[in-house]
């Protein structure tokens, strides 16, 4: 490339640097939070263990400070100032924790293989994501632009499990094994649901002129969705205390206490041994 060439794409990467809309913080920086934030909230793992009580207001003065900073490059699109942002976030946090020993107990008593909520809490990943996905929530909620969705994504790369930060999720929520489940945008989810590795909860069309609409189903109370359900669209409802069994694919609404199964012919054919 000749030094003409150069300052032309200098000249070009510096225009479009000047129109991005946002400013962004780090992956690294929103992983570290998020991480950090499930630590102080649950400091079971040896790497962070739990401190004296004197020590836990400075904690937790970190993290106020590290948003901060990281809500710093979006300033120019905040609707609030940073401190009321500030404040509504860590003022919903007691309410998150409880939510999510709700969801740790729910993974805890629901899965045979859990020996305790400790084990759930440090090592299961569905967990992580649905920890995640609460504080991610809440930013949205609060007004904050693309840092929730961040979080989200750190989470599904280190999980597989993608769950955007606006879909709607109630209490006792349990993911079992995890990879590869998504949860769209505008999903609505119940208490007490369970959702089995692969479900995918999504839209039937993926037009942008769409984008408003409610375009994930609504998944009510009590309702169990086994491994690679594929359940679409916004007006698809499942009825509370329903069953989705494995590899099902549903458009349409389904009623309370329904079955819903995939059916598939398996044959099983014996050889007859060859004799010698």
């Known amino acids: ?44 793992s040896k790497d962070c263990p739990s401190c004296p009580s004197k020590d836990i207001a400075m904690k937790y003065a970190d ?4 948003l901060d900073c990281m809500l710093e490059p979006l300033l120019p ?4 100032s940073k401190e009321e942002i500030l404040d509504e976030v860590f003022s919903q946090i ?17 899965d045979p293989a859990s020996v305790s909520i400790e084990e759930v809490i440090s090592v299961y990943p569905g ?9 991610a929530n809440s930013f949205a909620l609060c007004g904050i632009p693309l840092l929730p969705r961040m979080l989200t994504e750190f989470a599904h790369s280190q999980t597989g499990i993608d769950i955007h930060p606006n879909a709607t999720i109630g209490h006792s929520f349990f993911i079992d094994h995890g990879t590869g489940v998504v949860i769209g945008e505008t999903t609505h989810i119940g208490n007490n649901v ?26 009510e109370d009590n309702v169990v969705v086994y491994a690679n359900a594929t359940i679409l669209g916004g007006e698809t409802v499942i009825g509370h205390d329903s069953i ?8 349409r609404s389904v009623p309370p206490f329904s079955q819903v ?16």
């Open 77 to 80: 699109e905040l609707e609030k």
């Open 261 to 276: 199964y995939h059916q598939s012919k398996i044959e099983i054919r014996q050889q007859t041994p060859s004799v010698t």
């Open 127 to 135: 967990f992580m994501a649905i920890a995640t996905y609460r504080f």
């Open 63 to 66: 993290l106020r400070n590290s």
């Open 244 to 251: 989705i069994g494995g590899n099902a694919w549903l458009v």
């Open 194 to 219: 369970k959702l089995y590795q692969g479900v995918t909860l999504g839209a039937t069309h993926v037009s942008k002129s769409l984008a408003s609409r409610k375009r994930h189903p609504t998944i």
């Open 94 to 110: 007691p309410d998150i924790y409880e939510k999510l020993l709700m969801d740790a107990k729910s993974i805890t008593d629901n």
């Open 1 to 44: 490339m000749t030094t003409n060439h150069q300052n032309q794409f200098l000249q070009r990467l510096a225009a479009q640097n000047e129109r991005y809309r946002y400013q962004l913080p780090s992956r690294h920086d929103a992983g570290k939070f998020i991480q950090g934030l499930i630590n102080f909230l649950f400091p079971i």
